[in-house]
């Protein structure tokens, strides 16, 4: 496949971020056998920086119709199974959101926590974004999780 070019950063990967991104929402399968999105390395050296991805992933807090992840759920969470995972660090946000419930039908307002991963995007790093994922669905009875993955030239 031939590269794509961007205005800023040239990107080289099998599919492009907008149709992995919404292969992951729509298919959590795909987080294991889809290779993550590049920025090739000449494009980030311009900025003194390196290839890497940047993966956000956004959790409801509501279990039912109530709050039912309190902040120290989320801490308890945080450290015993993302922290471990990413130690090199991470960054965790407070959101507001809303989604369909695709069983009743309804608008669900919910508040949320969004966390930002910069990290190496090759197989174990998905596979370690994947487990993340799945033991929060299971450990809160959550429906989904939403992720998002794109390409970012990164420096520290």
């Not at 969004?114 to 450990?139: F, N, S």
Request: glycine share 8%; charged share 15%.
């Amino acid at each position: 496949m031939r590269p794509i070019t961007m205005p800023v950063m040239r990107i080289v990967p099998s599919l492009s971020s907008a149709a992995l991104s919404l292969l992951l929402l729509i298919n959590p399968v795909a987080a294991q056998l889809a290779p993550a999105p590049v920025v090739a390395p000449l494009a980030c050296a311009a900025y003194a920086a390196g290839p890497m991805i940047e993966a956000q992933l956004f959790f409801g807090r509501n279990i039912g119709d109530a709050l039912g992840v309190s902040e120290g759920d989320w801490a308890d969470f945080l450290n015993a199974e993302v922290t471990p995972r990413f130690p090199n660090g991470l960054t965790v946000t407070d959101g507001s959101g809303h989604w369909r419930d695709m069983e009743t039908g309804r608008l669900v307002r919910e508040p949320s926590k969004i966390l930002t991963l910069l990290a190496d995007g090759d197989p174990a790093t998905l596979r370690l974004i994947r487990e993340i994922v799945d033991l929060y669905k299971g450990r809160f009875h959550q429906q989904s999780v939403a992720l998002v993955i794109r390409p970012a030239c990164v420096s520290f």
